[in-house]
């Protein structure tokens, strides 16, 4: 595995002159079936927010290419980029190749700001236009590589080659098959601004996904942005929407530190939403992302440059985060998960701290002292009662861990019994399996907290219990946020116990992060204020 060295200062300047590169551009695919829609297409690119827009031709099932070019081209509201990919290269496009290389060649001499051409055929058709291009059109070369993305050397190599063909614009589109992929495309993009060719090093796949975020702050030209949900050109391609409001993308640059969620899977978390809201208002120069993780050691081995400066970790990593740590906090510890990594700015070091437990215990007790109307403020309204916590996770530890300083009495309940009896001996309690939930009700008034993935979206018609087993509790929590009220929840509910939704723990244990990330306090409520938006 190649070990990528990412400077800030490396990405910070571009060219033999020292002159910094312009802003990274959005790019807009534009892949509709004819001529007509294409326009209503570009339309709404521009209002989304695009820079230019990538014209996919051989989308289009019929066309007049003298005409329909130029009809194109003259009502783009935005700079155009015509691409006309065939088959043998990922796209739509099966026909003669001369007739093909002479559509680019007329978008190219009508007034397209960019044209796509392929590297397989790039030297020949660079060849054929000699003295024909018009200064504004650029080439961009391109090459894709659908199984995977090759070693730093082998992408280096491939660089030069895009060079020696003449080419305007370098672009490499590989797949990522794990997410210290996009280290070697950073790394390739960084060390190639030594030259005057600008460079698009995107990869491909939901595990790429933040080669297209922070390609602007690595030193990408462009990158490609659809306008809706799904209507992607390849795998992984984030909507204009989410790179523009989600990611702050206008505000990244060199000097931006980067933050993220690192789970499997990951692309539910609101997490991201939450810290760059944060950051925004409060001036802090940071881009927090979704990071879907195999191997959480290789990941933090591969990222290790003080420029990846905190996580937030969740299901599955808890755990095999914590082995990764310099240096963990006593109570993350004692628990022995964590949810956040801090990579101390003296040394490098990483620091290992758990803010699950807080937050989700602070909620129990405050939705406790809310129906108890009790003048004991100072006493935990936890002390003495049974805790139930279904799931021997990082979560699961974490809860039954604060519950037990608060003095509950706890029980674990897992799929398998063998890891319930196994926290339940660490932390002095019982131990039974899911299966066994419904008919142990022991005493009424009883805890139950779920810290399990059971009834998360997409699968929310699952419960860990029956209802009718609910009405032994007093209080349900959920930790999962998505759907807020979920199955559990909504049962509860109606079983008469108070009810207090995973995003009450999520709000929680965001807030010391985020302080931890940036060292400034954080907005309350503004936190709340997005979690309660985006339910």
């Known amino acids: ?49 695009a820079d230019l827009v990538e014209i996919r031709l051989d989308h289009l099932k ?108 370098v672009k490499i589109a590989t797949t990522a098959l794990d997410i210290t992929d996009v280290a070697r495309i950073f790394q390739i993009t960084v060390h190639s601004q030594v030259s005057n060719v ?75 939403i939450l810290h760059n809201e944060g950051f925004k208002s409060v001036g802090f120069n940071g881009v927090y992302v979704h990071l879907l993780v195999d191997d959480v050691a290789n ?19 808890k755990e095999a985060a914590l082995k990764c740590c310099d240096e963990v906090d006593p109570v993350a510890k004692s628990i022995g998960a964590i949810n956040c990594i801090i990579r101390r700015p003296n040394d490098g070091k990483l620091y290992g701290l758990n803010t699950d437990y807080i937050g989700a215990i602070s909620a129990i007790e405050d939705g406790l002292r809310g129906s108890l109307n009790s003048s004991h403020v100072t006493d935990s309204p936890l002390a003495g009662r049974l805790f139930v916590v279904i799931g021997a996770g990082g979560a699961g530890k974490a809860l039954a861990y604060g519950a037990k300083q608060k003095g509950s009495r706890i029980v674990i309940a897992n799929r398998t019994y063998e890891r319930a009896r196994e926290l339940a001996d660490t932390i002095g309690g019982e131990a039974l399996s899911i299966s066994d939930l419904d008919k ?36 349900v929590f959920d930790a999962v946020y998505t759907p807020k009220i979920t199955r559990l929840l909504r049962e509860a509910e109606e079983s008469g116990a108070i009810v207090v939704s995973g995003s009450e723990m999520f709000i929680g244990q965001a807030y010391e992060q985020f302080e931890r990330f940036t060292g400034l306090p954080a907005p309350k409520e503004l936190f709340r204020k997005v979690v309660e938006s985006s339910s």
């Open 299 to 317: 990941f933090l081995k591969t990222y290790s440059s003080a420029d990846f400066a905190g996580f937030s970790v969740t299901i599955p990593h």
């Open 440 to 475: 142990f009700h022991p005493e009424d008034g009883m805890i139950l907290a779920n810290t399990t993935s059971i009834g998360m979206h997409p699968k929310v018609d699952e419960t860990p219990i029956s209802k009718h087993a609910l009405r032994s509790y007093a209080l």
């Open 198 to 272: 600008p460079i698009i090093g995107l990869v491909m796949g939901e595990r790429g996904l933040i080669s297209r975020i922070l390609c602007a702050k690595f030193g990408g030209y462009l990158t490609f942005g659809t306008i809706d949900s799904g209507a992607v050109s390849a795998p992984g391609q984030p909507t204009i929407k989410d790179i523009l409001h989600l990611y702050n993308f206008r505000q990244i640059g060199p000097d931006t530190k980067v933050f993220g969620i690192i789970g499997k899977p990951v692309g539910h978390s609101k997490s991201p």
């Open 62 to 169: 019929v066309f007049d290419s003298s005409g329909d070019v130029k009809t194109l081209i003259d009502q783009s509201p935005l700079p155009t980029l015509f691409t006309y990919r065939p088959k043998w290269e990922g796209g739509q496009y099966d026909g003669d190749e001369k007739s093909r290389l002479d559509v680019l060649q007329l978008a190219m001499e009508l007034g397209a700001d960019y044209i796509d051409v392929e590297l397989q055929v790039a030297q020949e058709f660079i060849d054929s236009i000699h003295d024909k291009k018009p200064e504004k059109c650029k080439v961009i070369v391109s090459s894709h590589n659908y199984q995977e993305t090759p070693s730093v050397e082998a992408l280096g190599n491939l660089v030069a080659t895009i060079q020696a063909t003449g080419a305007d614009i």
């Open 1 to 49: 595995m190649d070990s990528p060295n990412l400077t800030v200062a490396a990405s910070a300047e571009v060219g033999g002159g020292g002159l910094r590169r312009s802003a990274t551009l959005i790019c807009a695919p534009i892949m509709a079936d004819s001529v007509a829609k294409m326009v209503v297409e570009m339309g709404r690119a521009k209002a989304a927010g």
